[in-house]
Every structure is written in C-alpha cells, then in structure tokens.
C-alpha cells in the first residue's frame, strides 16, 4: 500500500498535496484526495457535510477551520464524531496541516481543510 498524502505546502486559498496545488477546500483520505469540498452552509459546518468523511471509516477527523478559523463546528457534528468513537481533532488550517502530517503515516486520517478565511 502506497504512503498517505502528504501536504507539502499551505497558505490562504492554496494547498499541495503529492506536488498537486488545490484552490478550493479539499477533503484527504488515506488513498485519495477530494477537491472542490463544499459545505451546505458556507461557514458553519453541518453533519451531512462529513458523510463521505464519516464513510471512509477514520480514527482521526481532522478539520481545518480556514486560516482566521471562521469555519464553525456545531456541537452536533462534535458529538456525533466522538459518539463513534473516533478522535476529533480541530484547528485553523495551518495547524491542522501540521497535525495531518504528524499521523498519517500511524493512524487512519482524514482531514477535511477550509482553505480560505
């Protein structure tokens, strides 16, 4: 099995991930990366917005909340996440492109960034 994505770079509106720049918010899989991930609700985060994440079966979600962090995570989504059992891990984007890095390689990641504010 090939290695996880690795994200070599990031700033405001702009990600690499395996020497592939990405413009718009993405979601990282161990095998795979989504691009162009939209959110019912713009800024505020919903359930129904992680299904696929939630599908790919993860023991760590890791959410990027954008480079000022005005992505919200309702206390819906946080319950349910950790109701299944599976580490949540929250922070502005840097941050969680940081923290990505530091498990892919040990644990079943998946990070869901909001590239922009």
Known sequence: MSSPP???AY???RIVIDDVVY???VII???????????RDGHNLAIEDLVEVLDGDPEVIILGRGAFGS????????ELITERG??????????ACKAYNELRERRRVIAALHLSC
Not at 29 to 39: G, H, I, K, Q, Y
Not at 71 to 78: A, I, N, P
């Open 29 to 39: 899989f161990p095998d795979r990366v989504r691009s162009n991930w939209w959110r």
């Open 11 to 13: 700033r405001f509106g």
């Open 86 to 95: 599976i580490e949540l891990v929250i922070f502005q984007t840097e941050g």
């Open 6 to 8: 690795e994200i070599q």
């Open 23 to 25: 413009n718009r918010d």
């Open 71 to 78: 992505m919200k995570v309702s206390d819906d989504v946080r």
